[in-house]
């Protein structure tokens, strides 16, 4: 069956580091992924769509990566600041479709 | 920045009541969601509208479970007969055009007693 799993549950790391988090897929080849961020009680909120064809996306601090061959995208975060503690959601979906989410990474920026 | 906005907050109700979750959609879309969250568990699909009719649903989505678009503006998800296991977060989502991202609201808290 298809699957999207993120390896972390969570991540801890230093204020001012670049925190990467991994998205794998399986048994499909997704048009695009998508990523999301999720504060606690709140609805995903987008960040980041990556097409099949484009190896690289960035917005601000944001890197997004994919790469077909390894089904696989990370998400960077640089110089990363306290505010950016959340969890992070990988997703997959297009068209009419649905989105399906991954189980999230839940990132922790330390002072 | 316009937004989905989802009433109420928070849902309290007996078991085997039914309740109706609310949601405006951002005015201009045209596909819309509705998804559950279950605590400490992922964002689970349970149906999308689009053009007046679902589109898609999940095997959660039975029959217990309707949506609507009464209006211009509103999206409901109704649940007729409420269990405990209902108990989650509920997001509705929407998006404009069919390649381009979910935007969501911030849920409903439905507590099932």
């Known amino acids: 069956s298809q699957k999207i799993e993120q390896n972390s549950e969570a991540l801890n790391i230093q204020e001012g580091k670049t925190a990467t988090l991994t998205c794998n897929y399986t048994?499909?080849?997704?048009?695009?992924l998508q990523w999301y961020r999720q504060d606690p009680g709140r609805g995903p909120v987008f960040l980041l769509l990556?097409?099949?064809?484009?190896k690289e996306k960035r917005k601000e601090r944001l890197k997004v990566t994919f790469d077909t061959t390894l089904k696989q995208s990370l998400f960077h975060i640089t110089a990363s600041q306290p505010a950016d503690s959340a969890t992070y959601l990988c997703?997959?979906?297009?068209?009419?479709?649905?989105?399906?989410f991954g189980t999230g990474t839940k990132l922790q920026v330390i002072p | 920045e316009p937004e989905v906005t989802q009433t109420p907050s928070h849902q309290v109700t007996q078991m085997g009541q039914e309740v109706i979750l609310r949601c405006v959609p951002i005015?201009?879309?045209?596909?819309f969601y509705w998804y559950r969250q279950i605590l400490g568990q992922k964002v689970e699909f349970l149906v999308s509208?689009?053009?007046?009719?679902?589109?898609?649903k999940s095997e959660i989505f039975d029959d217990q479970f309707s949506v609507e678009r009464p209006d211009g503006s509103n999206f409901t998800l109704k649940i007729r007969s409420t269990k405990l296991e209902d108990s989650a977060m509920y997001f509705c989502?929407?998006?404009?055009?069919?390649?381009?991202?979910?935007?969501f609201g911030d849920g409903t808290r439905l507590s099932i007693l």
């Open positions: 509208f689009y053009n007046n009719e679902i589109s898609e």
């Open positions: 005015s201009n879309h045209l596909y």
């Open positions: 048994n499909y080849s997704p048009a695009y």
């Open positions: 989502a929407s998006r404009i055009y069919s390649n381009q991202p979910q935007h």
């Open positions: 990556i097409r099949e064809n484009e």
């Open positions: 997703a997959w979906g297009g068209g009419y479709q649905k989105v399906t």
